[in-house]
């Protein structure tokens, strides 16, 4: 079942934050994917003809158990009810020519293929401890990889930011953001993405 609202959160690693030449945030960055960019392991990622630079960033990827609005820290927690890894695809020319004449990006972010999603693990199943290793490997070499402890703001603080924002539902996804080492993919990559104990995905771009 595709999840209502996607929310991801931009620069929520130091590192990743610097090499695209970015402040660090004093709270969560949030954008939003469509239901209709989601796909999932085995599946292919469509290189967009509007676009020639098209950039991986491999992500924890929260799932949302139970509708919140303007929850605790505790209730943040709660509501989590499942883990996996994703990738937040992103044409980051777009993302910068619109990032300079000060429009929104949702361009860069938003198209057919850009949320790739693993298969969840539920929480009672599984709960990070934040030592687990995110990774990425493009055909074979590792491009991103640093353990969740890196993480700024962590899942039950994003959780309950998001929710004093705009309500949670049951369903939603929530991606957590990237650590360094984002990079170019193209057609023909094979992109492997892990989050230790977790989850594995495997897709190729076309």
């Known amino acids: 079942m595709k999840p209502g609202k996607i929310v991801c959160v931009g620069r929520n690693y130091a590192a990743h934050a610097a090499e695209l030449g970015n402040e660090i945030p004093k709270f969560p960055l949030v954008f939003l994917?469509?239901?209709?960019?989601?796909?999932?392991?085995g599946e292919n990622i469509v290189y967009p003809d509007f676009s020639e630079e098209m950039h991986h960033e491999v992500e924890l990827v929260l799932r949302i158990g139970k509708t919140i609005k303007n929850g605790s820290l505790e209730e943040a927690e709660a509501?989590?009810?499942?883990?996996?890894?994703?990738?937040?695809?992103?044409l980051r020319d777009i993302q910068s020519k619109l990032k300079e004449k000060g429009h929104p990006w949702t361009i860069a972010k938003c198209f057919d293929t850009s949320a790739v999603i693993g298969e969840f693990v539920s929480a009672q199943q599984y709960k990070p401890n934040f030592d687990e290793k995110i990774s990425l490997k493009i055909n074979g070499e590792i491009r991103q990889e640093a353990p969740l402890s890196l993480m700024l703001f962590k899942p039950a603080e994003i959780v309950k930011y998001i929710s004093e924002k705009m309500t949670l539902e049951e369903g939603d996804y929530i991606m957590t953001g990237t650590p360094a080492g984002v990079g170019k993919v193209e057609k023909g990559d094979i992109l492997e993405a892990e989050v230790e104990n977790i989850a594995k995905l495997k897709v190729t771009v076309v």
Do not use: R
């Not at 994917?33 to 392991?41: L, T």
């Not at 509501?79 to 992103?90: E, K, N, R, S």
């Open 33 to 41: 994917k469509p239901a209709s960019s989601v796909i999932g392991d």
């Open 79 to 90: 509501v989590i009810d499942a883990y996996t890894v994703g990738l937040d695809m992103t």
